[in-house]
């Protein structure tokens, strides 16, 4: 099949690392990789500028959600005025666009991915726990008319997936599950995943940038537990500063580290060849990149069983998903009783990375992505 020409619209800036913890980014160019032509739309540096200073003040003084009826018409037209620009596209492409979407009026077929639907994150995530009655009703319609516009919805997990259809009414038929990738701009290869040191005790990491979402006081609880049974469990922390009574002895903190920086990336692939446990107990999750980066470097990921995260990690193979209630005990005599069968951890390491190599990879995705895509157009892949 010869290259598609994609038109891929974004709330940010698709060819920005920084956007949406780079994803879009990471999904551009593996599409870029796999043959397709890529041209970039989305709302224009001043209007993305206003129209996020207006979300940001409508979310902290009245409770309103991010996908605004008003916002969404606006990012539409900028998006349409774009595309009315450029030749026509043999598909648009929106990542996590819900709001651009439902408004846009083109000619190409409409293809749509996130990780979510409005209804899982209404009251799961802290920032969608204040929201007015109104709002609720205006999310809930875009939702629904993104899904509706779409050739095919792709979504990370069953979760998400299984939403679009109970409560927007998709059409299994134009529901895809392609699980997202590790974003690495340099990932390792399997001999580097695989030249691990074996030490006196497990070194975990926790990667995030909201201590408490991610599950940061049960990172410590755990690791209390660990060093009081004599296990001199340490761990390294990158993306936030523990408040000072979460503060321990083995602790390493990186409160910052820029993916585009070399030198931060250094770091960043030397805390992952480091560890023995990608440790995040995350409070509310819809898919969890950091499963699959840490997948990249055979790092089995010791997690909880909440929303998307299990369509990631899989249980008792590359990682474990313990209940939600668990307040770090289970964490703690988990990682003790792992850490004790070395041939087990071993296995743990080898399944991660070969989930990523196999499953949890953006060339992957992308490839499956643009088969679909070419399916609908009636232009299959050779």
Not at 121 to 143: K, Q, W
Not at 243 to 260: H, I, Q, S, T, Y
Not at 305 to 314: H, Q
Not at 319 to 343: E, R, S
């Amino acid at each position: 099949m010869s290259g598609l020409d994609i038109a891929m619209v974004t709330w940010q800036d698709a060819r920005n690392p920084r956007s949406w913890s780079g994803s879009p980014h990471f999904m551009a160019q593996s599409l870029i990789r796999a043959g397709a032509r890529l041209s970039y739309h989305g709302p224009d540096r001043t209007a993305g500028v206003l129209l996020a200073r207006a979300e940001n003040y409508a979310r902290r003084k009245l409770g309103l959600p991010r996908r605004l009826v008003g916002n969404s018409r606006a990012l539409a037209t900028a998006s349409r005025n774009a595309l009315g620009d450029a030749a026509r596209p043999d598909a648009v492409f929106s990542a996590a666009g819900s709001a651009l979407v439902s408004d846009l009026r083109t000619d190409a077929p409409i293809f749509y991915s996130s990780d979510t639907t409005f209804r899982l994150i209404d009251g799961y995530y802290p920032a969608y726990s204040n929201i007015s009655a109104r709002s609720r009703r205006e999310a809930e319609a875009l939702e629904r008319a993104a899904i509706a516009r779409a050739a095919l919805v792709f979504y990370p997990t069953d979760w998400a997936a299984a939403s679009a259809i109970a409560d927007y009414g998709a059409d299994p038929a134009r529901v895809r599950i392609v699980p997202y990738g590790a974003n690495l701009a340099e990932p390792p290869d399997r001999a580097e995943a695989e030249a691990r040191e074996r030490r006196a005790a497990p070194e975990l990491l926790f990667v995030g940038v909201d201590w408490a979402r991610k599950g940061g006081p049960i990172v410590v609880a755990a690791l209390d537990r660990l060093r009081a049974s004599g296990i001199a469990a340490t761990v390294t922390i990158i993306g936030c500063v523990p408040p000072e009574a979460d503060r321990r002895d083995g602790m390493k903190v990186f409160a910052f580290l820029d993916k585009n920086d070399a030198s931060d990336r250094e770091e960043i692939a030397r805390c992952y060849r480091a560890a023995d446990f990608l440790f995040v107990p995350t409070r509310s999750e819809c898919y969890g990149i950091v499963f699959c980066e840490a997948a990249a470097y055979g790092v089995p990921s010791i997690t909880t069983d909440t929303g998307g995260v299990t369509g990631v990690v899989r249980h008792g193979e590359t990682g474990f998903c313990l209940p939600p209630g668990d307040t770090g005990a289970g964490y703690a005599d988990l990682i003790a009783a792992l850490w004790a069968d070395p041939a087990r951890h071993a296995a743990l390491c080898a399944a991660a990375r070969a989930d990523y190599e196999t499953r949890l990879n953006w060339d992957v995705w992308s490839r499956r992505v643009l088969s679909e895509i070419g399916a609908v157009l009636g232009r299959p892949r050779s």
